[in-house]
């Protein structure tokens, strides 16, 4: 939940410190939020994030010794979704996402090194309304993601960097599985709202990854970024749920040119 799926949905209030320019600690609190603006909203359907307080929080430590620089951080945070009645199998629960993240930079004039890596876990218990209506398996379920990039730049002008990603977690057949046979969870026949299922009922997606970039002017950046999947919701192979058609993970492999201008 943390990575990315509440983006443009919540607004909150967040304090933070550093200290002796090596420890940075922030508390924040996040509540639903929705705007007509297309330029800060997003399109589809919104999670139902409660309008309680949903808390966020991030620790890190940071050194720097000539031209390198180490940080090692924990962050987290606890979020309250309601199922949407309007989303056939949609769930409520309390998702709970604690992560880890490392990183190490090399810079210098001509050459610059970095490498980062992020693992995230995710818990999530269902409300009773989602287990006795057959939306999951269980009460319970878990995610985990790890990603990691390394990456080089030379004299500031070129770069490029390499990275993958991995995320697996519990089997949920009533949630996730592609079937006829399922009635009541989000890849129900009937009415479902999401546009890919599982074949096996499983989370697990990785693949890998390059980006070159050229930056002629310090606040203009140029890339190439390819994408490729080994799996994709659960193995080499899913469903479309609009079709019911089978599907290969490489088929989601994904060639992306663009450019940002930043001020």
Not at 88 to 107: C, N, P, R, V
Not at 115 to 138: F, G, P
């Amino acid at each position: 939940m943390i990575d990315g799926s509440l983006n443009s949905q919540v607004a909150g209030i967040s304090l933070y410190t550093m200290i002796d320019e090596s420890i940075y600690a922030e508390f924040a609190g996040y509540r639903h939020f929705s705007t007509p603006l297309n330029v800060i909203s997003i399109s589809g359907d919104l999670n139902t994030v409660s309008t309680s307080i949903n808390p966020y929080w991030r620790l890190a430590y940071n050194h720097v010794q000539g031209s390198d620089s180490y940080m090692f951080g924990t962050f987290g945070m606890i979020t309250d979704l309601k199922s949407d009645a309007n989303i056939a199998g949609s769930s409520g629960g309390k998702y709970t996402d604690i992560g880890l993240d490392f990183e190490y930079q090399h810079i210098t004039e001509v050459h610059s090194w970095s490498t980062r890596m992020t693992y995230i876990n995710e818990q999530v218990d269902w409300d009773a309304q989602a287990v006795s209506n057959m939306n999951h398996d269980a009460s319970h379920g878990r995610l985990s993601t790890l990603k990691a990039q390394i990456g080089y730049n030379y004299k500031r002008l070129l770069g490029s960097q390499v990275f993958s990603f991995y995320t697996n977690g519990s089997t949920d057949n009533n949630y996730w599985t592609y079937s006829q046979n399922v009635t009541a969870g989000a890849c129900n026949q009937s009415s479902s709202d999401l546009a890919f299922c599982s074949a096996n009922g499983s989370p697990k997606t990785s693949g890998y990854g390059f980006e070159l970039y050229y930056e002629p002017i310090p606040f203009v950046h140029i890339a190439l970024q390819q994408t490729f999947y080994n799996n994709f919701l659960g193995g080499s192979t899913f469903y479309d749920n609009s079709s019911g058609v089978l599907r290969e993970a490489k088929d989601n492999n994904l060639t992306y040119i663009y450019a940002t201008l930043s001020y």
